[in-house]
């Protein structure tokens, strides 16, 4: 019985190989064009990728800045684009990363007058964004480094 079922076996893989080989043999050269269209295919992924890399390179660098120990306030800048005190104060507690609500508790002021301290502020320093406000002042001198 074991005998009859190995050569079973055996000759069911000898059929199936023969099989492979005539469907091999019979269609070559569809196996043939479609192993080069694979070929080109990788070719043409790996292209498009080295083709799109971008080409800057972006190198970060540490930047030391001295603090000085004496600032002066450029007055002249302050004049030019009519910040007032309050406005200034706005800014500074802005730069110490304050939020609005706790500006207004700070400044014994409302919600809605820091709101509209800081949009003059954004308008007369051409800004939209806090952080934007805070780098500009420290830019134009308005506020300590």
Same mark, same amino acid.
């Given at each position: 019985?074991?005998?009859?079922? &190995?050569?079973?076996?055996?000759?069911?893989?000898f059929m199936r190989w023969l099989e492979f080989r005539l469907l091999v043999m019979s269609h070559a050269t569809e196996i043939? @064009?479609?192993?080069?269209? &694979? @070929?080109?295919?990788?070719?043409?992924?790996?292209?498009?990728?080295?083709?799109? $890399? #971008?080409?800057t390179v972006l190198v970060e660098k540490t930047v030391y800045v001295s603090p000085s120990d004496e600032f002066t306030r *450029?007055?002249?800048? !302050?004049? =030019?684009?009519?910040?007032? $005190?309050? =406005?200034?104060? &706005? !800014?500074?507690?802005?730069? !110490?990363?304050?939020?609005? *609500?706790?500006?207004?508790?700070?400044?014994? &002021?409302?919600?809605?007058?820091? $709101?509209?301290?800081?949009?003059?502020?954004?308008? $007369?320093?051409?800004? *939209?964004?806090?952080?934007?406000?805070?780098?500009?002042?420290?830019?134009?001198?308005?506020? #300590?480094?």
């Amino acid at each position: 019985m074991l005998l009859y079922g &190995v050569s079973l076996a055996g000759l069911l893989f000898f059929m199936r190989w023969l099989e492979f080989r005539l469907l091999v043999m019979s269609h070559a050269t569809e196996i043939y @064009v479609a192993a080069i269209a &694979v @070929v080109f295919l990788v070719l043409g992924i790996w292209l498009a990728k080295q083709l799109t $890399k #971008p080409k800057t390179v972006l190198v970060e660098k540490t930047v030391y800045v001295s603090p000085s120990d004496e600032f002066t306030r *450029n007055e002249k800048v !302050l004049e =030019e684009l009519g910040i007032s $005190k309050r =406005e200034l104060e &706005v !800014l500074e507690l802005i730069a !110490l990363g304050l939020s609005n *609500n706790e500006i207004a508790a700070r400044l014994f &002021v409302s919600l809605n007058t820091v $709101k509209t301290h800081s949009s003059k502020l954004f308008e $007369k320093l051409d800004v *939209n964004r806090r952080t934007q406000a805070v780098e500009a002042a420290k830019r134009l001198g308005i506020i #300590p480094l």
